[in-house]
């Protein structure tokens, strides 16, 4: 088991806090894992191990369970008597109302509880409804690259940097692809199966999608413009090119469900000068480029809008809330805000042209605030240094503590 301390670190102050420590993201993402870890966390902290009670709901051995009241008499048998009992509560939204087990469990006794969880169910107005002030979210991802990189050196023999970062472009970050060193068929294998549960299972089934063949669409035509500003009414005007019809209304439900269970992520505009979000052609991006490649087969054209996919995956993964950027007639690729904090991001495969590096540079800066400034490529060059704007491989910035 590889520690991943990009997502340990900001659970750990949580511990034994009087919060419940909700953990999300797509299906294979790591977060059983990252329940592990937490568990071998609180062993190292000198916790019992009769106090750490580990539940997996989606295993046929907990099938009985089925209900919150269910799941609140079993957790209370078995609760440690004379310390807190720490609760690790994993796919808990395969329990029906889960959320009032949980509420009343933190009310009735001495627990800490983590809960992980793959689709909407995890953001759902009953969260906020039943644990109002007393949870915490964090969201999982796919491997970032020097994540994969731990990978490849624990499991395989990695190659220069440069190379690997192009196998990362087409194996993706799934975990369970990197612990074994598959060739690229049967890692698409892996990822056909966590495509197809993520769809059908976290979709199709709990919303009683009946036509599917609209939802593929739809999810082909989003995978197809990561990256590109569109709305529903592009989308609606694809399928009509197809002698299909959808409405827009549709259109935005099945976006949304993509969204709930974490295959695609929105990306607002936000107003440089204006200091305002815009409400028009925002983006979107996929939780790891290997379900583009799976769905619409490798195509090395699209490369450019699959290394500015993961370096937007890169910085959610970080903890920054990212943005494109609006200033005037200028797009700026991204803004990536923490508290106190913000860079400025522009992602090109390569600078070959005066117009291209005029556009790349220029667009920063008009930008007159102090804050870091980058422009990342995949071409050969010389990083470095121009009025303030870094230039850097993309491999290097995602493997850089600039940000």
């Known amino acids: ?96 109302n889960w959320e009032k087990a949980v509420n009343s469990l933190m009310a009735d006794f001495n627990v800490d509880i983590f809960v992980t969880g793959s689709n909407s169910r995890m953001l759902s107005s009953e969260i906020s409804t ?6 915490v979210s964090f969201k999982i ?35 369970a692809i990197h612990t074994h060193n598959f060739t690229l068929d049967e890692a698409y294998t892996i990822i056909r199966d966590i495509y197809n549960s993520t769809i059908f299972t976290d979709i199709v089934r709990r919303n009683q999608i009946r036509k599917i063949d609209q939802l593929e669409r739809v999810v082909k035509y989003t995978f197809d413009n990561i990256g590109q500003p569109f709305s529903a009414s592009s989308i609606s005007k694809y399928i009509k090119s197809q002698s299909r019809t959808l409405d827009t209304e549709t259109i935005y439900s099945y976006l949304e469900k993509l969204e709930k269970a974490f295959i695609i992520y929105r990306c607002n505009r936000f107003d440089i000068k204006g200091n305002a979000f815009l409400k ?48 005037d007639d200028f797009e700026i ?52 240094n121009y009025e303030g704007i870094q230039t850097m491989h993309i491999a290097d910035f995602l493997l850089s503590d600039y940000f």
Do not use: W
Request: glycine share 4%; aromatic share 16%; charged share 25%.
């Open 280 to 327: 028009t052609q925002e983006k979107f991006y996929i939780a790891d480029p290997a379900l583009k490649y799976f769905v619409l087969g490798y195509n090395p054209n699209t490369i450019a809008t699959i290394i500015e996919n993961i370096v937007y995956i890169e910085l959610s993964a970080r903890g920054y809330t990212v943005h494109v950027g609006n200033l």
């Open 1 to 96: 088991m590889i520690y991943r301390d990009l997502y340990m670190c900001k659970i750990l102050p949580f511990f034994s806090t009087p919060f419940v420590k909700i953990i999300t993201g797509i299906r294979r993402c790591g977060k059983s894992t990252i329940l592990k870890m937490i568990h071998e966390k609180l062993l190292e902290q000198n916790i019992l191990p009769e106090q750490i009670l580990f539940y997996r709901f989606d295993s046929l051995e907990l099938e009985y369970i089925k209900t919150a009241s269910d799941m609140y008499r079993e957790i209370k048998a078995h609760l440690f008597p004379s310390a807190k009992t720490y609760l690790l509560l994993d796919e808990v939204q395969e329990v029906d």
């Open 333 to 384: 690729d991204f803004i990536a805000i923490k508290p106190n904090h913000k860079i400025y991001i522009q992602v090109t495969y390569s600078i070959n042209s005066p117009a291209t590096e005029e556009r790349e540079y220029n667009n920063l800066l008009t930008i007159k605030d102090n804050y870091p400034k980058f422009v990342l490529r995949m071409d050969d060059f010389a990083n470095s």
């Open 130 to 135: 039943y644990l109002t002030g007393r949870y």
């Open 141 to 175: 991802f796919p491997l970032t690259f020097s994540e994969y990189l731990n990978f490849r050196r624990t499991y395989s023999q990695p190659e220069d940097i440069k190379s690997e970062f192009a196998r990362f472009i087409r194996y993706g970050g799934f975990p």
